[in-house]
């Protein structure tokens, strides 16, 4: 069992940046993927950024160029760099870390940009 927890949203003008965190409550070294997803008001969860074992990325389209996700095996913590934020990333972004058919997922964290 993997427990995960997210910080870092909040409020912030359309253009500037936050940084979320997701902390695991056990070693992330072998948990081959690890994400961050969002939910909008009315919307499906998506993938906005994934990170797959040995390093490879794979991001929305919506956030290419703008979103970086990141991991620090050495405190358990995988983080998405968020800038030239848009009104339209408004959502609850929520942590995803999935081991075979094992998936754990955060409570999430409101990141809301205003115009």
């Known amino acids: 069992q993997v427990q995960l927890v997210e910080s870092g949203g909040g409020l912030v003008q359309a253009g500037g940046s936050l940084r979320l965190s997701c902390v695991a409550s056990s070693s992330i070294d072998s948990i081959p993927f690890m994400g961050w997803y969002r939910q909008a008001t009315g919307n499906e969860r998506e993938l906005v950024a994934g990170l797959i074992g040995g390093g490879l990325t794979n991001y929305a389209d919506s956030v290419k160029g703008r979103f970086t996700i990141s991991r620090d095996n050495a405190k358990n913590t995988v983080y998405l760099q968020m800038n030239s934020l848009k009104p339209e990333d408004t959502a609850v972004y929520y942590c995803?870390?999935?081991?075979?058919?094992?998936?754990?997922w955060g409570q999430g964290t409101q990141v809301t940009v205003s115009s």
């Open positions: 995803k870390a999935q081991r075979r058919s094992n998936v754990y």
